[in-house]
């Protein structure tokens, strides 16, 4: 079965140290990726998204990530993280050559401290 | 912008009692998506809509249904309500078109089950 995987589960951090959050998933098939972000009290929303050409995608807030076909994976980083970045950070993977079903990872929590 | 929105916030059911919750897109969106979110385990997917009266099961549909009878809108049905519903569940809303597959979620409905 399809799946996504994000390793880390809670990750906490400093103001200004540098950010990588794993993803990988499980399927041989065309892929598109996402990140999204779900700020405290706030809806899920789009951090950035991968689906064709460059693998290294640029999102908002300074966030970017590279899709590595040969590894299935589409890790996010951000080289300095700030407080506000705090959040619960959410992989996901849409099956474009098949079912166009959606698949979600189990999310990363990360708290910056300021 | 996208705007989805949902009925409600907060609910408190009873335990068997038939629940509702709506979603409505402003952005003339083939797919809708209703999921829900829980602590550790991400955000699985209960039905998702492509058009209006289709419907597809997602990874948990059982105690669930689902209406679209407009474009625009996507119920969500708890037949008999039981305390393991209560959750936040979330609708989201995407194109169908290559390269646009990014889901515009809504607030989030907190469902309690007593």
């Known amino acids: 079965a399809q799946s996504v995987s994000q390793h880390n589960h809670h990750v906490i951090l400093s103001e200004a140290a540098s950010l990588e959050l794993g993803c990988n998933y499980s399927?041989?098939?065309?892929?598109?990726l996402f990140w999204y972000v779900q700020y405290p009290g706030q809806h899920l929303q789009l951090l950035l998204k991968?689906?064709?050409?460059?693998?290294l995608v640029k999102g908002i807030k300074g966030f970017e990530a590279e899709f590595i076909k040969s590894k299935f994976s589409f890790n996010l980083r951000k080289p300095s993280v700030q407080w506000s970045d705090t959040a619960e950070y959410f992989c996901?993977?849409?099956?474009?050559?098949?079912?166009?079903?959606?698949?979600f990872g189990t999310g990363t929590r990360l708290k910056v401290l300021a | 912008d996208v705007k989805v929105t949902q009925s409600s916030r907060y609910l408190v059911k009873r335990t068997g009692e038939k629940v509702f919750l709506e979603c409505v897109q402003d952005?003339?969106?083939?797919?809708m998506f209703w999921y829900r979110q829980d602590p550790g385990l991400g955000l699985r997917l209960i039905y998702f809509?492509?058009?209006?009266?289709?419907?597809e099961k997602g990874d948990i549909p059982e105690g669930y249904s689902v209406s679209r009878e407009k474009k625009e809108r996507f119920s969500l049905i708890l037949e008999s309500a039981s305390t393991n519903q209560t959750s936040m569940y979330l609708c989201?809303?995407?194109?169908?078109?290559?390269?646009?597959?990014?889901?515009?979620f809504g607030p989030g409905t907190r469902l309690t089950v007593t």
């Open positions: 989201a809303s995407s194109l169908l078109t290559s390269g646009r597959y990014e889901q515009y």
């Open positions: 399927y041989g098939g065309t892929v598109n």
């Open positions: 991968y689906f064709s050409g460059d693998p």
């Open positions: 996901a993977v849409i099956d474009v050559s098949g079912t166009y079903k959606y698949i």
């Open positions: 952005m003339d969106h083939e797919n």
């Open positions: 809509s492509y058009d209006v009266k289709m419907k």
